[in-house]
């Protein structure tokens, strides 16, 4: 057994006693017990506010980002408005540090999709490095790699960066968000993109500025890609 197994395996035998007398509980009803490597109790998994958008290429989200940008189809799994607590959660996952439930929505998320997108590649919303160094790690990234998991889709994690270091959106005016994000990233592996079609992934989809600002660095270097947006929710404008 190499030394790694032999970590891993009292790591989940004391992961497996803490849960017995520490039950984790479920993010969504702040409740229920959760089974082991589960954010959502099953009551909660089942009333998530899922969308049928990876049946529907006109959906709300395509209609909302077609007329600025070229994009195949845009995929979100859950609708932001239809449902209270997913506020919480969502703020949990940018900010709280619960990598486990951008986790796990990424996996249920790509359970859904995996029969119904043909992408060659998932590449996350990049964060400004400094931005990663304060917050520990990248919400789309982990969303992205449950994604992964449920799809086999590849994930390529630097194929973008960002190069600015820009404020948050949420705070913003329309036309100052879109100001704010235009040449935030850079396409740095332009011939391993070139001729892909992209899942450009992200949490929350709103105006799609921050999306739009990643399709046109890629196709500024890789003219030839398609590209579509996949993000776990749809919030109002
Ligand atoms: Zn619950």
Not at 23 to 40: A, D, Q, S
Not at 152 to 162: A, E, F, H, S
Not at 169 to 196: G, T, Y
């Amino acid at each position: 057994m190499l030394n790694t197994d032999i970590k891993q395996a009292v790591l989940d035998y004391s992961n497996g006693l803490l849960d017995l007398f520490f039950p984790p509980i479920c993010v969504g009803c702040e409740e229920n017990w959760v089974l082991r490597k589960h954010t959502f109790c099953l009551t909660c998994e089942s009333e998530l506010p899922r969308l049928i958008y990876h049946k529907n290429k006109t959906n709300e989200g395509y209609q909302r980002v077609s007329s600025i940008v070229d994009v195949e189809s845009v995929v979100s799994f859950l609708s932001y408005e239809k449902q209270e607590s997913l506020k919480g959660i969502i703020y949990a996952m940018k900010y709280g540090g619960r990598t486990d439930i951008c986790y796990e929505l990424g996996y249920m998320f790509g359970q859904q999709i995996a029969n119904h997108v043909a992408l060659d590649a998932l590449i996350p919303v990049p964060l400004h490095h400094k931005k990663l160094k304060k917050r520990g790690y990248n919400q789309a990234e982990i969303i992205a790699q449950g994604i992964q998991k449920a799809t086999n889709i590849p994930l390529v994690k630097d194929g973008l960066v960002r190069v600015k270091n820009t404020a948050a959106q949420a705070r913003k005016s329309k036309n100052d968000r879109h100001k704010n994000v235009s040449n935030a990233f850079l396409n740095i592996s332009p011939r391993q993109l070139d001729r892909m079609h992209i899942g450009i992934v992200d949490d929350v989809l709103t105006t799609g500025n921050t999306m739009i600002a990643c399709a046109n660095s890629i196709w500024e270097k890789s003219p030839n890609c398609k590209i579509s947006f996949i993000t776990v929710a749809i919030a109002n404008r």
